[in-house]
């Protein structure tokens, strides 16, 4: 376990933030932490949707169940938030 800076670039959120997670935390729950920060108070929620997240600028997402340590994302990159259907 160790602290992990990513900045978080929610879709929809006009402000950038940084973002503490672990480097033990699933996507899904780097996601959930992103989500915290912009949902539902720059962001209206979509309970409807999930939330996934990919590297900004990529296609594809990383596995909802990946472990941000598992990955090869570094401290302070940037990542993309995006609501996706369940």
Same mark, same amino acid.
């Given at each position: 376990?160790? +602290?992990? &800076?990513?900045?978080?670039?929610?879709?929809h *959120?006009? $402000?950038?933030? +940084?973002? &503490?997670v672990?480097?033990e935390?699933?996507m *899904?729950e $780097?996601?959930?932490?992103a989500?915290?920060?912009?949902?539902?108070?720059r962001?209206?929620?979509q309970?409807d949707?999930i939330?996934?997240?990919?590297?900004?600028?990529?296609?594809?997402?990383?596995p909802?169940?990946a472990r941000l340590?598992?990955?090869?994302v570094?401290?302070?990159?940037?990542?993309?938030?995006?609501?996706?259907?369940?």
């Amino acid at each position: 376990m160790a +602290l992990f &800076p990513v900045i978080s670039n929610f879709q929809h *959120d006009f $402000v950038l933030l +940084l973002l &503490p997670v672990d480097t033990e935390n699933t996507m *899904d729950e $780097v996601a959930a932490a992103a989500a915290h920060h912009s949902v539902g108070t720059r962001v209206a929620p979509q309970p409807d949707k999930i939330v996934r997240v990919r590297r900004q600028g990529a296609d594809a997402f990383f596995p909802r169940d990946a472990r941000l340590g598992e990955t090869d994302v570094r401290p302070m990159e940037t990542l993309e938030f995006i609501f996706c259907d369940a």
